[in-house]
């Protein structure tokens, strides 16, 4: 079997979704979405993608990519996708191979990868080249069957108690600053969400295109806690897809306005929108170091599902012993 690995070309998003998609069914992409997520990277990201092929048929694709809203110019992460039907023949060594080469000259200090932890085959994969487990995020599931929100009734009458009003994207319409308002928020709460690499700034129009008006945004799902005109956090759920679990999005709080049962309520908030959407089931993730939010997560009934683990493998011999968090 001889295998050829080329870089990707426009004509490959069908063939690449196909593989994704085949692989992570639960987390299904469509073409508009990879596209639409290849022409809003920040610029300063690099990225390149391969496809490898075998008898003119593509059989699997790797990429390299870096995190805008935590980046750092040496590291990166790193995705592989090898059909399961020809596993364990070279395509995936030789995808490997292929993204450690093309990212030499840019002296990468570290890359990274991230694994479910029930697919121990590619978990072994990694540890014989060299990556170690880093950290773990924690997903979990709420059967909105299953949801008793009699415990938490009169939560937003609780907030009004201290001037605080529950409001959504789009019923903010009345406000021209909303969308800077909302980005400041973020910028605020985002560094103190735990995480191994510090949060680093994004561009205003760069996630004003991306994320209020990009594919995943439901404009009637997504929350604001506003007090006197002022935003103080944020909870959304991302457009539905179809025959899947309606995701979260991010959920935020300022510092000036922690300590209220803000969080709590955004949280609820966004539950009730789904119970009235007829949604069956929400699916989340935190890290693993979030207690706070893992804590409400747990309180609503979500149930932890395998975990998903970041693992880490450091290519300069000089870090090779440095946490580089």
Request: aromatic share 12%; net charge negative.
């Amino acid at each position: 079997m001889t295998i050829q690995i080329r870089s990707f070309t426009a004509t490959d998003y069908p063939t690449v979704i196909e593989l994704h998609n085949l692989i992570w069914p639960e987390y299904s992409m469509d073409l508009g979405e990879l596209r639409f997520d290849d022409q809003h990277r920040d610029a300063k990201c690099r990225h390149g993608r391969w496809v490898a092929e075998v008898d003119g048929t593509v059989l699997g694709w790797a990429q390299h990519d870096q995190l805008a809203g935590r980046y750092h110019p040496d590291k990166y992460w790193l995705e592989f996708f090898v059909h399961p039907d020809h596993q364990r023949q070279g395509i995936g060594s030789a995808l490997y191979d292929t993204v450690l080469t093309a990212l030499q000259p840019f002296k990468p200090w570290l890359v990274r990868v991230a694994l479910r932890e029930d697919m121990t085959g590619c978990r072994a994969w990694l540890a014989r080249r060299g990556f170690r487990e880093d950290w773990r995020s924690w997903e979990s599931r709420l059967d909105m069957a299953a949801f008793d929100p009699t415990p938490f009734a009169g939560y937003q009458e609780r907030l009004a108690e201290q001037g605080i009003t529950l409001r959504s994207f789009r019923d903010l319409a009345d406000d021209p600053n909303r969308d800077r308002k909302l980005f400041d928020l973020l910028a605020e709460a985002r560094p103190d969400a735990p995480m191994r690499d510090e949060a680093t700034p994004v561009d205003y129009e760069t996630w004003r295109q991306s994320v209020i008006y990009g594919p995943y945004m439901d404009k009637d799902g997504y929350f604001v806690a506003v007090r006197d005109g002022e935003y103080l956090g944020l909870s959304n759920l991302l457009r539905p897809k179809p025959g899947q679990d309606v995701e979260t999005g991010y959920t935020g709080v300022a510092r000036r306005g922690r300590g209220q049962g803000v969080a709590q309520a955004l949280k609820l908030r966004v539950l009730d929108y789904a119970r009235q959407q007829g949604y069956a089931f929400i699916r989340t993730a935190n890290n693993s170091l979030n207690y706070p939010m893992l804590a409400i997560n747990a309180k609503f009934g979500f149930v932890r599902l395998p975990a998903w683990v970041y693992y880490v493998k450091y290519l300069r011999d000089d870090d090779a012993n440095l946490n580089g968090e």
